[in-house]
Every structure is written in C-alpha cells, then in structure tokens.
C-alpha cells in the first residue's frame, strides 16, 4: 500500500497554538509538535516584518484508489489474486465541481476553491482532498469499462459551431485521455475527438493488451479548448498497470516481479501526484486579484477557480504565487521512511505550466519551520535549512516504461507530462527536504529562469542495521538478493544483468529500433508567431485545424522523426504509439542524449531510452523512432503545455492499413 504523508502548516502570529484533530473513514490523526520559530523575510523597500510560525503535523492519504468492480476474474499468473488475461475492470467517475482547501505558504493560511474535479462514484466519504482523482490500477489482458458522468453544469452560452477552434471554449464539456497507455485511440477507446456534454455519461471500454508494458501512466481530460484549464483545475489521475508476468527465456517480463522484498511482498510503493492548481480570485469586474507586485491574491472569504484562460501564457505561473502540490497538499511531510529501506517513488507531473526539478538533501537538525516561507525566500531559505548534498536517485522506468539500465542521477528533471519511477534509499534517519530545484530558461517551460523552491519533506527513522556510503552498491545487493525470487530459468540471467551495473534487460517491455527497421522518415517544427495578436501557436507553421489530418501513417511501419522548435522549447507527446530516443542533437550538433549538459541534466541517460513525451528544447534536433503497431484511426500529437495545445500546437494523425504494395489501401465505401 501507498505510505502516507504528514502535513505541516503554520497559524499567523496572533494566534496561540491549537491541536488540530481529523477523523476520516481511513485515518484517525492526532497532530503534535508545536514549533515556534521567528524569521525575518527581506522585502524590496528593506523593510523586515516578523512571523511566528507554529508546524502542526497531520496524517493525510494518498490519492484514493478507484472502487472498481471485477465481475470476471482472469486467467492469475504470479499473484494468483491479480486478474489479467480475460479479465474485466468496472468503473464510474463522476466530472463535478468540488469545495476544497489549499494550503498558501505565502500567507499562511488556507485559500478556498471550487475546482472541476473527477469524483469516484461509489464514493462512500467524501475523499479529504476532493479535487485529487482517484488512482486507478488494472491489469494487462483486461477489458476495462470507465463510465464518465458529466456532472458540471449546462453551458447555454457556449461557442457557436463556426467559431475559431482554436480559441478555447466550452469549459464544462470534456472527455477522457488515457496517458501513455497503449490502446484503441478509435470509437470508445482513447478516443479525444468525442465531446461528453454536461448531463451525459458515457463509458468508455479499453481492451488492454495481455502483453501491455506494466508502468505508471495517467488519465486527464482532452477535449480541445479545454483541455489546460481542466487539468489546471485538478482533473488529472494517476492510473497504474500492474505487472505479474515474470520474464522467461524467450520474453521480457514487468519489473514488478522484481521489485519485491525477500518475504514476497512488493517494495514500499509512494505515489506522488503533482499538480500545479492555477486557481485565482476575481473582483467584481472579473479581473484576477493581485497585490501591488502583481502576484495574485485571495482576500478572505473569496472563492478561487480557474475560470478562464487569461490564468495563463508565459509568466504565469510564477506570477500567481501558486505551489506545486503532492496528492494535493502543498508542503507535505511524508511519514514512515525507513534508513535502508528500498522504496518505489511513482513520480507523475500532471501540471500544465511549470518545469520540475525533483531532487533530496537532508535537512539541518535544527531547522525553522519551513510551511510559512514566501516564494521569493524560498532559495535562502532552501540554502540555510537544507544544506546536505543531494541524495542519489535510481531512475528504474520513465514515461512508465522499463530503461534498459538503471540510471543514477541526483535531480530528475519533470516537464508536464512526464513520469519517473524512482528507487530511493535512505542513508540515514533525519527529515529530508524535497526540493524543486533552479534551473536556467532555456531548460524550462516558461522560459524563465527558476530559483529554488520547497515541495515538501520526508522524515526517516533508523533501520535495523547501518546503511553503508556506497548506496549504488547496496542496491545492487538488494535487487540480486530479489531477483532471488524470479523462477530458476531465467534467475541467474537477471542476477547477472544486475550485477553489470544495474541493468534491467530482462524487463524492457519494447525491442530496440536498428537502422535496417526504419522504413520512413517524419519532421516535426514547433513555433509560435509573437508577431500575431493573439500569437498563433502552430507546428509545421500550421494552427490545428479538426478537419485536417497532418499525416496519413502506415500499419506497421517504422517511421524516424526529426523534432525541433523555433521559439522557446515544448513537450512533444504524441498518443499511442510510444518512441524510442536516438539522439538528440545541441545547436552545435552534439548528442547530449547520454551525458547531458552542464547546465542542464535532463537529456542525460537518454540514449535508447523509450517515452512517450519529451522536451523539445529551441534549436535543438530530437532524432526518434517508432512503430505504428496494432491499432489503425485517428489520433493526435501535440505540445504538452496544454494551454498551447488549445490554442493551436497540435497535429492529427492517422493509421491506415497497408495496401500490399508498398502504399495505403483505400476504403471501399
């Protein structure tokens, strides 16, 4: 099961500490520890204002797991508990708005919002943090069902039909992107050219391949026009595929048989869902309240939402003063780490607009509190608190999919979109920072600049035995200790893969792409025209257009892509189909795809790695390759910044079958 996480907030000066007590149908939480901490925060005219500020700690949950109703079982494999082959899976979401609370580092206090949210159906209680989705698990081999019912209001003033599609619309009518997973894009599979309308449900059924990559993947609304502010708004899910399958002689099998501790049971598992609520609230002309610096503000008894798309373009999410959240709490502490304990840290960004830079340093025994530090403190703040070396970081999967080798890094560098499966290792007790860390322009979605910021804390308490310098190598003892457990015939295969500096050979659910499998080539150019008011977000110097398909692409080919951008970089995602990295070239021509940059890590281990979203930064050359398997319809690649997808920065793709003579086969009505 998920751990869980603990909360630390602060009262204002004026108030005297209090003990805070939150019954849940899962959890019952006492808080404790009454810190008092004085701190000067520096402000621009030299000024100094004082705050006392008192860390209150609470157990929270993880995103709730999707109640789901498994009528016929499936033929089990190694957990003879777990459905796949044959199996179905049930489920209903409900799209309503909720009533929350998020927690504002800046002020201290809780800001109120009503957000479009995905609601379990089945729900008994409501959950403690509405607007968090509910996780949903199924199985490879299984024909799973998800019925939407929208429950937002009615639209009466929604956009004529002749209207530009490219200016978002329509806030209230949505559909269902299942991210990363590799099903039918058509009729009532991954289908994000249908309109689900307030006051109607619909279900959606995805046959899942029985040879499905096991992975952490996501689900998110994808109706063009309003795909940003709904997922800005909170609509956004983890969704898991769990693996049974171990690996044989002949095929590759999922890491989850091997990711397990020496009494059988799965490694700790922490799902961390990031999101970035983009909420504002309004005066009385419909106008975004801010201060006198212009961040925006939520003065008591004001309601925040995300109404409109004026909440975001480039400069927006600094300017808002918002904070990425985990599981939908800003600043959490996560409880019940152990020294020496190996953990699986599924790492999701479900935001819209902000880089994440994910990186662990431990912090100073004596720390302040850290819930009340402004945005514009947080970098001296992070410095003074959080002085430790950053931990190392064993990135086992990204975008879901198994690597080839285990990559060792210290950052793990997040665009919207991404996912990072993680193996963590605690050297020793004491709380740990988690921290967003700076980064320059060029490596970010906003094209600015990032100073360092807090996302939260994990407090570690001493194992059973001494965990030694080396953590590479501890690692290594305890991943050959458990494929220990894998069956005989292919144990010592995997034991010795591991062993050759942490590879996972046995586990990569894609073959490599050779030069002799290539039969065609494809470019992509992402550019925006600033020159146009409002400027025109466009690929191939092209604004979507829904009636257009931009390439016509064959069943079972094997296309080579060249990605660029133009103007500032963008996360390129394309649906379906994943793709497997070749190189990616730097303005000079060098391939960074194994080392990185100086600068900026987030290219590095790349080489031969597969995805399914990338960042395409600006004059740079991706150079990948992919597969047009099983499936034929219509599709869509696209920019993952999603307000510039809505705006124009996406394309329509279609596979057909073959003819026979090297061409496509032309329907017959």
């Not at 099961?1 to 939480?29: D, H, I, K, N, W």
């Not at 809780?110 to 379990?120: G, I, Q």
């Not at 890590?601 to 099983?630: H, S």
Request: hydrophobic share 35%; glycine share 8%; with cysteine.
């Amino acid at each position: 099961m998920p751990e869980t996480l603990r909360l630390g907030f602060p009262v204002t000066s004026c108030t005297s500490p209090v003990e805070y007590l939150t019954v849940s149908a899962q959890y019952l939480v006492v808080s404790a520890i009454v810190v008092i901490a004085i701190f000067f925060l520096s402000t621009t005219d030299a000024a100094h204002h004082l705050a006392v500020a008192q860390d209150t700690k609470r157990v929270i949950a993880d995103p709730p797991t999707a109640s789901i109703l498994r009528p016929r079982p499936g033929i089990p494999t190694l957990d003879a508990s777990a459905p796949t082959v044959g199996g179905e899976a049930i489920l209903d979401l409900n799209i309503q708005y909720s009533d929350a609370k998020i927690f504002n580092p800046g002020t201290g206090q809780f800001d109120a919002v009503k957000l479009r949210s995905y609601r379990d159906a089945h729900e008994t209680t409501p959950p403690k943090i509405p607007f968090v989705a509910p996780t949903i698990q199924i199985f490879p081999g299984e024909t799973v069902r998800i019925t939407l019912h929208n429950k937002l209001p009615a639209e009466p003033a929604c956009a004529p039909a002749n209207q530009d599609p490219d200016i978002p619309n329509c806030f209230n009518r949505t559909n269902l992107h299942s991210h990363g997973v590799w099903i039918n894009p058509t009729g009532n599979g991954d289908n994000v050219f249908l309109n689900i309308n307030p006051g109607v449900s619909f279900q959606y059924e995805y046959n899942v391949s029985p040879n499905h990559p096991a992975g952490t993947f996501w689900y998110h609304p994808h109706r063009h026009g309003s795909t940003a502010l709904q997922v800005s708004s909170g609509m956004a899910g983890v969704l898991v595929v769990k693996g049974t399958r171990p690996p044989t002689p002949e095929a590759t099998g999922d890491i989850d048989t091997l990711l397990r501790n020496a009494d059988g049971s799965p490694f700790a598992v922490r799902l961390i869902l990031l999101q970035q609520i983009q909420y504002a609230c309004r005066d009385a002309n419909g106008k975004i309240k801010t201060d006198p610096n212009g961040t925006w503000v939520c003065a008591p008894g004001d309601i925040g939402g995300i109404e409109g798309y004026d909440q975001f373009g480039p400069g927006s999410w600094p300017q808002s003063g918002r904070y990425t959240s985990i599981n939908g709490e800003v600043l959490p502490t996560f409880d019940n780490a152990i020294a020496g304990r190996v953990e699986r840290w599924r790492l999701v960004h479900a935001g819209v607009r902000d880089t994440i830079k994910f990186q662990f340093r431990k912090m100073r025994e004596d720390a302040q509190p850290f819930a009340l530090a402004a945005t514009a403190t947080q970098d001296e703040s992070i410095r003074q608190n959080c002085p430790g070396e950053p931990l190392v970081q064993f990135a086992a999967a990204t975008d879901g999919l198994t690597r080839t080798q285990i990559a060792q890094r210290t950052v793990s560098v997040l665009q919207p979109g991404y996912r990072e499966d993680l193996l963590m290792v605690f050297p020793e007790a004491g709380d740990y920072c988690i921290i967003d860390d700076q980064a320059p322009p060029s490596t970010t979605v906003n094209n600015q600049a990032k100073s360092r910021k807090l996302l939260g804390r994990v407090a570690v308490t001493a194992g059973q035995a001494a965990v030694p310098p080396d953590i590479k190598s501890y690692l290594q003892a305890e991943l050959v200790a458990a494929a220990g457990q894998l069956p005989a015939d292919v144990r010592q295969k995997v034991q010795d893969e591991l062993r050759n500096d942490l590879h996972l050979r046995s586990f990569v659910p894609h073959a490599d792409i050779k030069d002799a499998d290539v039969t065609g080539t494809q470019s992509l150019i992402f550019n925006i025209n600033v020159n146009k008011n409002p400027p025109e977000f466009m690929i191939d110097g092209k604004r979507y257009d829904p009636l257009r398909i931009d390439r016509v692409l064959m069943l079972g080919g094997v296309d080579q892509w060249l990605l660029t951008s133009n103007f500032v970089g963008h996360p390129f995602h394309i649906h379906v189909n994943p793709f497997q990295i070749i190189r990616i070239m730097d303005p000079s021509g060098k391939d960074v795809s194994v080392t990185g940059e100086p600068n900026d890590p987030q290219y590095a281990n790349l080489k031969g790695a597969w995805r399914d979203t990338l960042f395409v930064k600006q004059n740079y050359i991706i150079v990948m390759r992919t597969r047009y398997e099983r499936y034929i319809g219509d599709f869509v690649l696209h920019c993952h910044i999603l307000d510039h997808e809505d705006q124009g920065m996406m394309q329509n793709i279609r596979i057909a079958v073959p003819d026979g003579l090297g061409g496509i086969a032309a329907n017959h009505h």
